[in-house]
């Protein structure tokens, strides 16, 4: 994307592995982490801020997938909080990128939504689907995880 963001293939998902498995304050340990590494990795920098809201913050909110028993619906909440992190950067340092008439007021909102969506969401899809697939109580086992198992209400 012209100005950050992309999608991989469920980035993500070990941050929420991590989070459902030892509970949401390692995954949000971990999503912290992910997001320092990320910005390592190939940073956009234009403002401490802006460094904040765009990396280790949204990462670290996926890590709160962690609080819900439901791992489809804690990752829901977990991507929505993440957009929330792009989607107040991009209205806080990136209105110069709007089109013309979008950058300020309900249009600048509403573009920012838009291009951080446009990855989020697809992130998110790819997220749900890999979620579906696995074997995720033979998975949490492998982990060594009681806490999968306290969550679904059974017993340990």
């Given amino acids: 994307m012209p100005q950050g963001g992309s999608v991989t293939l469920a980035s993500t998902l070990p941050i929420v592995i991590m989070a459902f498995a030892y509970g949401p304050e390692v995954g949000?340990?971990?999503?912290?982490?992910?997001?320092?590494?990320?910005?390592?990795?190939?940073?956009?920098?234009?403002?401490?801020?802006?460094?904040?809201?765009?990396?280790?913050?949204?990462?670290?909110?996926?890590?709160a997938s962690g609080y819900f028993r439901n791992r489809y619906l804690g990752s829901i909440i977990g991507q929505?909080?993440?957009l929330f992190m792009h989607v107040l950067s991009g209205?806080?340092?990136?209105?110069?990128?709007?089109?013309v008439g979008q950058q300020e007021g309900i249009g600048l909102w509403l573009y920012s939504i838009g291009y951080n969506g446009?990855?989020?969401?697809?992130?998110?899809?790819?997220?749900?689907v890999i979620l579906v697939v696995i074997p995720w109580d033979r998975f949490m086992k492998t982990l060594g995880s009681t806490r999968a198992k306290t969550l679904q209400g059974k017993p340990n």
């Fill in 28 to 63: 949000m340990l971990t999503g912290f982490l992910f997001g320092v590494v990320n910005l390592f990795l190939g940073p956009y920098i234009i403002h401490p801020l802006q460094t904040l809201l765009d990396y280790p913050l949204p990462f670290m909110l996926v890590g």
């Fill in 118 to 128: 446009s990855f989020v969401a697809v992130e998110l899809v790819i997220l749900l």
């Fill in 91 to 99: 209205v806080i340092f990136f209105s110069s990128y709007a089109p």
């Fill in 80 to 82: 929505a909080l993440r």
